[in-house]
């Protein structure tokens, strides 16, 4: 049980968290903070907060568990606004989609109270953004990563797993290295040819004929396609690195496929389908087989 | 009103239109005919079709009303089997994903009745295969594309319109070309980016560990990649000239969009992720706007 959630950011992600707190009656009182005031006031009337901050800092000030809620490229910025209150026994968590990016802005910034922040990434979303989208059920029954470092306190990072496992979620650790190499090829490959797909389409003369004939199948795979601009400029930018490498494997798959179209190979063509199908039919979503 | 439908292939496609057709009224008797004689023989179990044909050229015997489920792959040999017997009373149509190969073989192989072949599209599926899936309901609600050529029957392409329509699907028109350069766009290059996508990701060591923390966006956005192996391979095949075209403006999006990742500017990768995010946030599956 926490005294005092201070939350910076208190859009759909930041919003979904402090309401699952309340539900589950794991904090007293939230304290919120977000860059457009209209927002901070919004979150206040719909309830997610219970005090609006006029400052990331005064959001921290008194707080024993913080949460930034805001776009990765912002992390740094937030973690140097905070810094002065920071205290040892205070559990500070994040919830971007990248981790060694926000490990190394936590080690710059924090330095001697780096260990009490433990990196956390909740596999969960909408294709809607803001706090009028805030749902105490956004976690539950869904993944969430802590990447925790040689500095982390134990006692935190049971903490921040205890408190996630009390919203339904499945807590896993790994390495930020790790962490990000996965999500490369599982989310952000997927969110980067998913754009460049919808792209190539809008940017034709026929595109609007096209797209008025697209089915369902088309709308499932295109979905994550109208995810957040800005929030994925700032995730692609940030784990560039392994980005490019699952480019490579998978430009490298697509242009055997092509050759083999070309060329009129069916039998290996059939394979790699075959193997894709496969692979997709047996997966299931939390599952390791 | 039919008397006789002959069913060629009675897989999920043809199960499903002779179920339709059925509960609609709108044909007293479905003769059918699959390769696999245990197919039809469950087709007929299931009800699915009343008389259990020993060949194609048997199951067209008497029909006024002839559907070609079989995969595109198939038609041509299909359209030898039955021509002996297609009379210019009879309504031939298929569902095959791409029109052109298919308007082809029809043209060489039925030559003076090419007439009586109303070359068909229904926008509907599921990634399962198989009478046992068959649904009165799969093309409810959907889009057909019937793509007539120059000697087309006025009266058969007036009458599938009607047999479309009256199990519950939007009928659209358009020339074979146009049909295979859109469903390139919007249906073929997205599998087989989907088969890319798995394929890489399956092909590499770690992918099991990378697969067991995919999430609702990859299940969404992979859904495709479970299709069937060989009916894809056809499809690929057949329309290849669109889908390598179509390919080629897919892979300069993302060539375009990975180097401005590379090169760390920012705002062009914005831009290219805005456009595409703002056109899928503003499609709605089967509108023109």
Redesign the interface.
């Known amino acids: 049980m926490f005294e005092q959630l201070g939350l910076i950011g208190c859009g759909l992600m930041g919003g979904s968290f402090a309401l699952a707190l309340k539900r589950a009656g794991l904090v007293k009182r939230v304290v919120g903070y977000s860059k457009s005031p209209s927002t901070t006031e919004r979150a206040r009337q719909m309830g997610v907060i219970d005090v609006e901050a006029p400052s990331a800092l005064l959001a921290v000030s008194g707080a024993d568990i913080v949460l930034l809620a805001v776009p990765v490229s912002a992390t740094e910025a937030t973690f140097k606004a905070i810094r002065h209150l920071i205290t040892d026994n205070m559990l500070i968590m994040d919830v971007g989609s990248t981790k060694r990016d926000v490990v190394d802005a936590a080690r710059r910034v924090l330095r001697d109270h780096v260990g009490t922040f433990v990196p956390a990434h909740p ?3 909408k ?1 809607v953004s803001g706090v009028e989208h805030a749902d105490p059920d956004l976690y539950s029954g ?2 969430v ?1 802590l990447t925790p470092i040689d500095r982390t306190l134990v006692g935190h990072l049971k903490r921040a797993n205890d408190v996630w496992d009390a919203i339904g979620c499945k807590v ?1 650790q790994m390495t930020p290295e ?1 962490h990000d ?3 490369a ?3 952000h ?16 003369p ?25 929030m ?2 700032d995730v ?2 940030a784990n ?1 690195h392994e ?2 490498e ?2 490579k ?6 242009h055997n ?2 050759q083999h ?2 060329d ?1 190979n ?1 039998e290996p ?2 394979g ?6 496969h ?3 047996h ?1 299931r ?5």
Chains 1, 2 share one sequence.
């Open positions: 596999i969960a979303g294709e869904k993944q990563i896993l790790a190499a996965a999500f090829a599982v989310s490959l997927p969110h980067l040819v998913a754009f460049a797909l919808m792209h190539g389409i809008a940017n034709q026929q595109g609007k004929d096209f797209l008025a004939l697209a089915g369902p199948g088309f709308r499932d795979f295109t979905r994550i396609a109208a995810s957040d601009p800005k994925w400029r692609l930018m560039r980005i490019i699952q480019a494997v998978f430009q490298r798959s697509l496929m092509l179209i070309e009129s069916s063509l059939e790699m389908i075959e193997m894709a199908s692979t997709r039919a997966w979503m939390g599952q390791k087989k």
